[in-house]
């Protein structure tokens, strides 16, 4: 089964330069792998100065257009809708 993870750079809750390595070390029998590390982005998704939880309710309510495109564009892909 194809599988996307997707980590926010500054996520404070959930270390990416900790999480993404262990999530590809165990699919590595999977054969369609997409692991991304977004620049700049909180644990919600949102663009952030340093991830702090404090900072959620400062930033706007909504996921990065980063994180949408690249989910949309990863599910097209892998259901053939273009």
Known sequence: ???LAINGGLDKQ???KQNLPV???ALTNTKDVTIVELPGLN???Q???TGAVSEYAKNPPVVDM???DL???WIRKHT???
Do not use: R
């Open 1 to 3: 089964m194809p599988v």
């Open 14 to 16: 959930v270390d990416p």
């Open 23 to 25: 999530i590809k070390q």
């Open 43 to 45: 644990h919600m998704f």
């Open 47 to 49: 663009p952030t100065k």
């Open 66 to 68: 980063k994180v949408l």
């Open 71 to 73: 989910t949309t564009e």
């Open 80 to 82: 053939g809708l273009q």
